[in-house]
């Protein structure tokens, strides 16, 4: 009886497969857009926060300490 190798599937992509609309004027001038329309904009940095929190409200915000022989003080 043989052994079977393993076949390793690959790992997913770090980003999105890029696409581009590209239009040439007849000044040679191309103009490069993106077809996949823009989320709404956080209003704020604030914003981002909040919704965070609300997902993971434990989750480790912001940690600081004194000296390297102080204990850290957390925020979460």
Same mark, same amino acid.
């Given at each position: 009886? &043989? !052994?079977?190798?393993?076949? $390793?599937?690959? #790992?997913?992509?770090?980003?999105? $497969?890029?696409?581009?609309?590209? $239009?040439?004027? =007849? %000044?040679? /001038? ?5 077809? =996949?329309?823009? /989320? ?5 940095? &604030? %914003?981002? +926060? /909040? &919704?965070?929190?609300?997902? #993971?409200? &434990?989750?480790?915000? +912001?940690? $600081? ?7 850290? /003080?957390?925020? !979460?």
């Amino acid at each position: 009886m &043989g !052994t079977m190798a393993q076949v $390793e599937s690959p #790992a997913p992509p770090l980003f999105a $497969e890029p696409r581009v609309r590209m $239009e040439r004027r =007849v %000044d040679g /001038t191309l103009l490069l857009s993106n077809p =996949v329309p823009l /989320t709404r904009p956080a209003r704020a940095v &604030g %914003d981002w +926060l /909040t &919704g965070w929190a609300k997902r #993971a409200p &434990g989750r480790l915000f +912001l940690a $600081e300490r004194a000296s390297p022989s102080i204990d850290w /003080t957390r925020l !979460t």
